[in-house]
């Protein structure tokens, strides 16, 4: 099935080699705790712009502002 989780771990596993390792264990480490846990089991034609905005809401509620535009911005 093509969840979001599974194209998104697909995507960095592909991106590690143009990536520093920080850098990517990163991206990584803010998907794991911020986004898959409310869309990674979602099917990728099933997610809607609303929910990417709620997830970031999510993150800027606990004023971490800077991760939630990191994570709009992946």
Do not use: M
């Amino acid at each position: 099935e093509n969840t979001f989780e599974k194209l998104a771990r697909e995507w960095f596993e592909r991106q590690r080699a143009v990536l520093t390792p920080k850098h990517a264990n990163a991206l990584v480490a803010r998907f794991e705790r911020d986004v898959f846990p409310h869309i990674g089991s979602l099917s990728v034609r099933d997610i809607k712009p609303t929910y990417i905005l709620e997830v970031c809401r999510k993150v800027e509620g606990r004023q971490a502002f800077d991760v939630a535009r990191r994570i709009k911005q992946t």
